[in-house]
């Protein structure tokens, strides 16, 4: 063989397996087998992280999933307004019972209620005449209530009026001689007045011989039934309601004044028979089938994303399987996250919520269920998220990107100095509620304690919070203008200020990220691997040239990765 002339790696002959390729054809295989693994996993990453219009554009793959949302926003959002509308039907026709309620049962309610209480006496004569008044209004009711009301059975199934007294169990008292002698022991004695009998007899009864002294409260409980008619002009069924009435009695606190309470509970239930004519009953049987509609384009939307998040699953097995193969370390946190996209799980759990929501809704419409409240959170939290997964397909504008890349980067940093500025806040709350709730109606409980320094936090109310605080203790007075004006001024003019500026911080941030560049993750650098494969596909074989990376014209903004 001649000088500086290598030998061929030639196949040998091998006469149990045939030919048998030598060492260097071997190892040049299966670095070719290598190289079409890594250009089909660069190719199936760099198609899983293109938008709807560039799959179309690289694969003629049509957005399905794109076109459904779009479908179900408008749906959704129709289905909601439909139902919202019937749902103020029922409020309002539970609110209107009640106040007329208040008005006929009531004695002198002046339509406002007092405070959390409906009205007050403050005589024995007020006190009865209060009682055998709701008495005598429910056994007349039938000729002087202008809705379509009747009698219902409580819970022994009996019609009629049902009153409880509590008082101690046995006690002298004298106040002029600061003498008392009771039995704490409470005893509850219960009577149960038919309509068979008249309000003048309940009067003579012993029953209402009242110790006021003793006495700490009268409740009067009693059923009434109602069919909403208005739904009809909504061409809907008309419902039938079963109201819990309570007029309580309160004088627990013995201070002369006894607080009167009216308490309505009101129940959709069932109509028993409903013969209604005209277009209501084709109308409810369109409404039903929009409903199934919405399922149906909810469940499809449902599937196509778990389907994605599968074959995400997969292909991030696959890369970080090749990545600990190549490379031989683990692939950070951050990258892994990336093949994680919340937009599909916000999809997927609103995708849920609707169809629960849209089942009850026709359970509902066919008179089966009668829970509205469920209904409507369901139906109203899935189209909220309906409409904030919009926000994903804005995202691929560069302009709406950078708010949505601020509001990703910001939030761990805002989560952080929320939850530390938070307990500053429990403490004025609780401060505030447990010295200023004598004297000032808006920190009474903690609930509205809350609620009133958030009110301060955003500028609201801040004068009529100060006007409001009752001059009776010096020291209190004092003691107040110090704690509005320092929580004022520590939430306003230094923690809303840093709240601010993290945001502030991190728009900037990704401004500059955008001029600059961001930072790459090893996945980006894999995928921009793309130009030093060219060259050894041209030498190695015609078979890797149709292995290559997809290239789109213009920029690659696709590559910032966005969850």
């Known amino acids: 063989m001649p000088s500086g002339v290598e030998a061929l790696d030639l196949p040998a002959w091998n006469g149990a397996s045939g030919l048998s390729w030598g060492p260097r054809h071997r190892n040049a295989m299966a670095h070719l087998d290598s190289e079409v693994k890594e250009e089909c996993l660069r190719e199936d990453l760099k198609f899983y992280f293109m938008n709807p219009c560039e799959k179309y554009r690289a694969r003629h793959q049509i957005p399905w999933k794109l076109g459904l949302q779009i479908l179900k926003i408008a749906m959704v959002t129709t289905q909601l307004v439909r139902f919202g509308l019937s749902n103020q039907l029922v409020v309002a026709f539970k609110e209107e019972n009640t106040v007329a309620f208040k008005h006929l049962f009531l004695k002198g309610y002046s339509g406002t209620d007092e405070d959390d209480y409906s009205c007050s006496v403050y005589t024995q004569e007020d006190a009865y005449e209060s009682i055998f ?30 009153v409880c007294k509590q008082h101690y169990k046995k006690g002298t008292m004298f106040p002029s001689n600061e003498t008392l002698n009771i039995d704490s022991d409470i005893e509850i004695d219960c009577v149960h007045l038919d309509l068979s009998t008249y309000p003048q007899e309940w009067k003579n009864s012993s029953f209402f011989r009242l110790e006021f002294y003793r006495l700490l409260q009268v409740e009067i409980s009693f059923h009434l039934k109602g069919i909403d008619l208005q739904t009809i002009h909504s061409r809907e069924l008309p419902d039938c309601y079963v109201f819990h009435n309570t007029i309580t009695f309160d004088n627990k606190a013995h201070s002369g004044k006894i607080k009167i ?3 309505s509970d009101a129940k959709i239930e069932e109509c028993k028979d409903l013969n209604i004519s005209g277009s209501i009953q084709k109308n409810t049987q369109y409404v039903l089938a929009f409903d199934a509609f919405v399922i149906v384009i909810c469940l499809a939307s449902l599937i196509l994303c778990t389907r994605s998040i599968v074959l995400a699953l997969r292909l991030r097995k696959r890369f970080l ?24 799980i916000l999809v997927i759990i609103s995708d849920l919520m609707t169809i629960i929501g849209s089942i009850l809704k026709m359970e509902i419409k066919a008179k089966n269920l009668t829970n509205y409240d469920l209904c409507s959170i369901l139906l109203g939290t899935s189209t909220l998220f309906v409409w904030v997964g919009v ?15 601020t509001m990703q ?5 805002v989560l952080r100095f929320c939850a530390c500025a938070g307990m500053i806040y429990l403490g004025y709350t609780f401060c505030g509620w447990i010295v200023l709730g004598p004297y000032h109606d808006k920190f009474e409980d903690l609930n509205t304690v809350a609620e ?3 009110s301060l936090v955003n500028g609201d109310d801040m ?12 020291l209190v007075w004092l003691f107040s203008r110090l704690y509005l004006y320092s929580f004022i001024s520590l939430f306003i003019y230094m923690i809303l200020s840093l709240f601010i500026a993290l945001i502030t911080d991190s728009y900037d941030t990704i401004k500059k990220y955008q001029q600059n560049g961001f930072p790459e993750t090893d996945l980006q650098e894999f995928l921009k691997e793309c130009g030093s494969k060219e060259k ?28």
């Open 133 to 162: 008044f709701a008495l005598n209004q429910y056994h007349q009711l039938k000729n002087i209530s202008l809705g379509t009301l009747g009698y219902g059975e409580n819970e022994d199934n009996r019609i009629g009026l049902k």
């Open 261 to 263: 309470y009216f308490g």
């Open 321 to 344: 399987n090749f990545f600990l193969e190549k490379y031989k370390r683990h692939v950070c946190n951050a990258d892994q996250w990336e093949f994680i996209n919340g937009w599909y």
């Open 391 to 405: 926000i994903r397909y804005l995202g691929y504008f560069q302009a709406y990107n950078v708010l949505i890349l």
């Open 409 to 413: 980067a910001s939030l761990p940093k």
């Open 452 to 454: 009133c320094l958030f």
């Open 463 to 474: 004068f009529a919070t100060f006007a409001q605080i009752q001059q009776k203790s010096i």
């Open 536 to 563: 050894y596909q041209k030498e190695a074989s015609p078979f890797l040239s149709c292995i290559c990376c997809l290239r789109r014209k213009g920029s690659d903004d696709h590559l910032v990765l966005m969850n």
